[in-house]
């Protein structure tokens, strides 16, 4: 069945380093893909989202490029804030569905 | 700006008991969705709703689950008879039109014991 894989955190980094949290995903057709982020005591809000092959999302100075050929849709941002530090979801909706499935989330730490 | 409300945050239940989690949908959304997360463990999708039916469920979603729209604005997932396995964050979620931006509630979350 369609299925997300998540590299697994948390994910320290120092204030201002690049960040790249990998996403890879299994589905048949042509899902759409999603970046969620949950920051504490709060719900999950989409970053950005891809709905075919070569798009890419951004938001907020973060990116992701829907790659068929590796079935990846990784995260990055150049440069990160201690205000980025939240739980990071992978996601994708498969074709002519309306559920998202979901990866199990990466934590990224971030200190100044 | 709208968002999607769910009560409690928190609710402690013993085994065997029955349990109502609440949302409040943004008020001109159609679809609706519960998924829940045990710790630890990905998101799992539960069911969605449209039009007063179920569009869709998961495995999960046995004959101990039921939603309900009672109101036209409340969205509520009840579980029958709580298992300790039922521990986990709940996660409430509605969509203007088909393959929108979903648009997800804080969470409650649920501790069996």
């Known amino acids: 069945g369609d299925s997300v894989t998540q590299m697994e955190g948390p994910v320290t980094l120092s204030e201002e380093a690049f960040l790249t949290i990998n996403c890879t995903y299994t589905?048949?057709?042509?899902?759409?893909l999603f970046w969620y982020v949950q920051y504490p005591g709060e719900g999950l809000q989409l970053l950005l989202k891809?709905?075919?092959?070569?798009d890419k999302g951004s938001n907020k100075g973060f990116e992701a490029t829907y790659r068929k050929e590796t079935t990846s849709f990784h995260l990055e941002k150049g440069s990160v804030q201690v205000s980025d530090s939240a739980v990071y979801f992978c996601?994708?909706?498969?074709?002519?569905?309306?559920?998202?499935?979901f990866g199990t989330g990466t934590r990224l730490l971030v200190s100044p | 700006e709208p968002e999607v409300t769910q009560t409690p945050s928190h609710q402690v239940t013993q085994m065997g008991q029955e349990v109502i989690l609440r949302c409040v949908p943004i008020?001109?959304?159609?679809?609706f969705y519960w998924y829940r997360q045990i710790l630890g463990q990905k998101v799992e999708f539960l069911v969605s709703?449209?039009?007063?039916?179920?569009?869709?469920k998961s495995e999960i979603f046995d004959d101990q689950f039921s939603v309900e729209r009672p109101d036209g604005s409340n969205f509520t997932l009840k579980i029958r008879s709580t298992k300790l396995e039922d521990s986990a964050m709940y996660f409430c979620?509605?969509?203007?039109?088909?393959?929108?931006?979903?648009?997800f509630g804080q969470g409650t979350r649920l501790t069996v014991v």
């Open positions: 891809a709905t075919k092959a070569d």
């Open positions: 996601a994708l909706s498969p074709t002519g569905f309306q559920k998202l499935v």
């Open positions: 589905a048949t057709g042509y899902p759409s």
């Open positions: 008020s001109n959304h159609l679809y």
């Open positions: 979620a509605s969509m203007t039109y088909m393959n929108t931006e979903a648009f």
């Open positions: 709703f449209y039009n007063n039916e179920i569009s869709e």
